[in-house]
């Protein structure tokens, strides 16, 4: 019985030695210094106050300063065309001709009926002067010179519907009617474009509506031009849509050279507000976290994650509303090992 027990007190002085032995292997893998964090290497970026200029980016349309369909005063025979198409025209200058005999032949003789009327209220006027004619008889006559005369602005009128000229001076479009061609007031004979200026449409959130009035530069792009072109504001719409809760604003555009073409898409970038001391930073420093934006900054050698707040973005940097100053010391990289109070040493900028 007393070899058992040997054993037995053997193995229990065994398993208390390996466990010591485990507590002093433990101790000696620990950090010294109480579990002081790695240094950090990154880039860094210092801060600094610029001029910045807020924009809008909107979706516009180039169209006509002005535009219209040409189409006749009243129904007749197409005499003669006299201008070419896709050409430019002055305004004032003959377009159509409709057939216009019957008007001149009418208006030729109620001229004849004028000048016999004219001549009978000269005698009248003798007669009644003497009495020989009754004043009724005078007045009659003068009526129906007044009368006649009525007839003549009609014909006139009528005349004149028969030459279709230019409203203003444009750029014609295709024709749609020949020489011979019998039309009425419903159609439509070809186009007319004035080209030169443009307008430019494009819509804006109604809270912007005090940063845009008649004058403003607006910046604007357009596909198949390489350069950034501007426009003035000419019109603001005075009310917001109801369903969207936009407002119409409408720019003037210059196209000399007829660069541009009317109903070209158009991206707009409109200023709403510059700021001569903004603070911009490169997006890819702030961290999002659930509830704030952070900011790693270098103070004393050591990583401050610092909230701020964030204003507009551009391409590639951020505006800066609050929480940093000019001069202070961010870290571009590394951002994902960074922690606050952590040793960092920047490395480049």
Known sequence: MTRPKNIFLLAIVWMSSALVLAGCSNK???????????????????????????????????????EIDILPEIAGRVTGIH????????????????????????????KAQKQLQQNT?????????????????????QTQIQSIDADIALAEAQLRATKIIAPFSGTI?????????VVTPSTTITTLQQT?????????????????????????????????????ISAVDPGADVVTRTIRVRATVSNAGDKLVAGSFAHVMVPLESDDDAILIP?????????????????GGKVSMTKVQLG??????????????????ILTTGLMQAKDGMDVVVTGM
């Not at 976290?289 to 900011?295: A, E, N, Y």
């Open 196 to 232: 030169n200026p443009l307008k430019m449409d494009f819509d804006i959130p109604d809270r912007y509506r005090n940063n845009v009035g008649a004058g403003k530069e607006v910046l604007f792009s357009v596909t198949g031009v390489k350069d950034t072109l501007t426009g003035k």
């Open 173 to 181: 479009g295709i024709r749609n009617i020949s020489e011979g061609a």
């Open 28 to 66: 000696k893998e620990a950090p010294k210094g109480g579990g002081k964090p790695n240094t950090l290497s990154a880039k860094g970026y210092v801060v600094t106050a610029g001029s910045f200029s807020e924009m809008y980016a909107a979706s516009g349309s180039l169209l006509p300063n002005e």
């Open 283 to 299: 997006s890819q420093s702030v961290i999002p976290t659930t509830k704030d934006k952070l900011v790693a900054v270098v103070r």
């Open 121 to 141: 209220e000269t005698r009248q006027k003798a007669l009644v002067d003497i009495g020989g004619i009754s004043k009724q008889e005078y007045e009659t006559t």
């Open 83 to 110: 201008f070419k198409e896709g050409s430019y025209v002055q305004k004032g200058q003959l377009l159509v001709q409709l057939y216009d005999q019957e008007i001149r032949a009418l208006l030729q003789k109620l």
């Open 312 to 329: 507009t973005r551009t391409a590639d940097q951020v505006e800066i509303l609050g929480g940093l100053n000019p001069g202070d010391t």
